[in-house]
């Protein structure tokens, strides 16, 4: 069965740390995504991936980075965590790379991320 | 540009009852995907049907229907004889051909005993 993993379900960090939020999916996935979910709002597109090293810009970009060194892994990372970055974030991925590919995603459980 | 409404941000109903999520989206494309997903209190969102621009038939699965509509741009949500374990927060999403996924701002279904 179809699993992606995120490291944390919860994490709590303070004003100015970096911060990695791990994502791994086990499906050898190409297109994999970082997500924020705020009340209100709903999910809004950090990040996206398609290959190895390969990454677009989302909706909301500013103030993360991601890492993609090898194909199951995606991490999602804060340089310089700040308060208005406390939000749910959610990891997903599908199965049809080299762009976006209009099949259904697989996502985590989420990580509720707050900063103090 | 694209554009996902789910205007009911909340709907509370007791058991048994049928309840019907809303969906209106906003496109100028002529191919174009239609999601549903379910997110319980766990956290993690759930695939539940997908739909091509072009197919406009209406789907039923067990408790679950949907019905796409494409001259009034909508694709809502019917649960018949609701379940506590439907209690969740249900998303609408809309995706042009190559585009990223958009999402609507969720519904908050609650479904009491």
């Known amino acids: 069965d179809v699993k992606v993993t995120q490291s944390s379900r919860y994490l709590v960090k303070r004003t100015g740390e970096k911060v990695f939020l791990e994502c791994v999916q086990d499906?050898?996935?190409?297109?994999m995504f970082w997500y924020r979910q705020d009340p209100g709002l709903g999910l809004r597109l950090i990040y996206f991936?398609?290959?190895?090293?390969?990454?677009e810009k989302g909706d909301i970009p500013e103030g993360y980075s991601v890492s993609r060194e090898k194909k199951e892994r995606f991490s999602l990372i804060l340089e310089s965590a700040s308060t208005n970055q406390t939000s749910m974030y959610l990891c997903?991925?599908?199965?049809?790379?080299?762009?976006?590919?209009?099949?259904?995603?697989?996502f985590g459980d989420g990580t509720r991320l707050s900063i103090l | 540009a694209q554009k996902v409404t789910q205007a009911q941000t909340e709907i509370s109903v007791v058991e048994k009852e049928d309840v019907t999520l809303d969906c209106v989206y906003e496109?100028?494309?002529?191919?174009?995907?239609l999601f549903w997903y379910k997110q319980p209190p766990s956290g993690e969102l759930v695939f539940l049907i997908r739909?091509?621009?072009?197919?406009?038939q209406n789907e039923i699965s067990g408790r679950y229907s949907w019905n796409f509509q494409k001259s009034t741009s909508s694709f809502n949500f019917t649960i018949t004889a609701s379940q506590v374990v439907d209690s969740a927060v249900y998303f609408c999403?809309?995706?042009?051909?190559?585009?990223?996924?958009?999402f609507g701002k969720g519904t908050t279904l609650s479904v009491s005993s």
């Open positions: 997903a991925s599908d199965p049809v790379g080299r762009g976006y590919s209009n099949q259904p995603q697989h």
């Open positions: 499906m050898d996935h190409e297109n």
């Open positions: 991936s398609y290959d190895v090293k390969m990454k």
């Open positions: 496109t100028r494309d002529t191919t174009y995907y």
């Open positions: 739909r091509n621009s072009f197919d406009e």
């Open positions: 999403a809309l995706s042009e051909a190559g585009t990223a996924l958009i």
